[in-house]
């Protein structure tokens, strides 16, 4: 492993250590040097945007909204930001998910896996008492609080509901494998079950760190993926 650090005018030597060395001994070998610099001098220029009354600026962004919806913009905001490698990707991408919206066979399949394999309508669960609990700390007053019980879906998270469907239009276009990341492994648990449900190579990656934290999604994972 070579560490190495610059900051400020101030350099930490680069030395390659061992794994196996303990953390004592690596720290020790790490030694600060002094080094000359000279940084760039950079002149920037702000020229800030007309300030509009609010209700032409409110119609400006409706103009723009429709104008520019389908290039993923909000008004001025929003785009798409990929490498340009990928930008072929994400048009076919983008392409098969309108289609999607509007093939009825595609649809009704979905409607069927959501309902028979996800567990879909999940119920609303009138939590009493808790309600109670805010409603007896404010003199009777308070909210009714229920809890949607996403829980309850396959691989126990709201994450199969959109990892499925992803994984159906992956079908559709023809693909044979889907990568994803996951951190605490729900949706890297609920992609691998599509996937197998689906017959599709699975890849998830997920940090060392949290492999050791989630591990009981992490192992999940493995059982779905293999």
Same mark, same amino acid.
């Given at each position: 492993?070579?560490?190495?650090?610059?900051?400020?005018?101030?350099?930490?030597?680069?030395?390659?250590?061992?794994?196996?060395?303990?953390?004592?001994?690596?720290?020790?070998?790490?030694?600060?040097?002094?080094?000359?610099?000279?940084?760039?001098?950079?002149?920037?220029?702000?020229?800030?945007?007309?300030?509009?009354?609010?209700?032409?600026?409110?119609?400006?962004?409706?103009?723009?909204?429709?104008?520019?919806?389908?290039?993923?913009?909000?008004?001025?905001?929003?785009?798409?930001f990929v490498p340009e490698?990928?930008?072929?990707?994400?048009?076919? *991408?983008?392409? /098969?998910?309108? !289609?999607?919206?509007?093939?009825?066979?595609?649809?009704?399949? &979905? $409607?069927? @896996?959501?309902?028979d394999y996800v567990?879909?309508?999940?119920?609303?669960?009138?939590?009493?008492?808790?309600?109670?609990?805010?409603?007896?700390?404010?003199?009777?007053?308070?909210?009714?609080?229920? *809890?949607?019980? /996403?829980?309850? !879906?396959?691989?126990?998270?709201?994450?199969?509901?959109?990892? &499925? $469907?992803? @994984?159906?239009?992956?079908?559709?276009?023809?693909?044979?494998?889907?990568?994803?990341?996951?951190?605490?492994?729900?949706?890297?648990?609920?992609?691998?079950?599509?996937?197998?449900?689906?017959?599709?190579?699975?890849?998830?990656?997920?940090?060392?760190?949290?492999?050791?934290?989630?591990?009981?999604?992490?192992?999940?994972?493995?059982?779905?993926?293999?």
């Amino acid at each position: 492993m070579m560490t190495t650090c610059k900051l400020q005018g101030i350099i930490v030597s680069s030395q390659f250590i061992d794994k196996k060395v303990p953390k004592e001994r690596a720290s020790a070998v790490v030694s600060k040097d002094k080094f000359k610099v000279k940084v760039p001098q950079l002149t920037t220029t702000y020229t800030p945007l007309p300030m509009l009354p609010l209700t032409e600026k409110a119609k400006e962004i409706i103009v723009e909204t429709e104008s520019t919806n389908s290039a993923g913009k909000f008004g001025r905001f929003g785009g798409k930001f990929v490498p340009e490698t990928l930008v072929m990707c994400m048009n076919q *991408l983008e392409a /098969e998910f309108i !289609n999607a919206l509007s093939d009825q066979v595609f649809q009704a399949q &979905l $409607a069927t @896996a959501l309902r028979d394999y996800v567990g879909r309508e999940t119920p609303l669960y009138y939590a009493q008492r808790l309600s109670e609990y805010y409603k007896n700390k404010n003199g009777g007053i308070g909210p009714d609080i229920y *809890l949607k019980r /996403e829980d309850l !879906n396959h691989t126990g998270s709201h994450k199969m509901n959109n990892a &499925l $469907a992803q @994984a159906m239009i992956a079908v559709h276009i023809g693909l044979k494998s889907v990568v994803t990341a996951t951190g605490s492994g729900q949706h890297g648990l609920a992609t691998a079950s599509a996937c197998a449900k689906l017959g599709l190579e699975c890849t998830v990656f997920m940090a060392a760190k949290d492999m050791d934290r989630q591990s009981s999604n992490f192992l999940k994972c493995i059982k779905n993926i293999t």
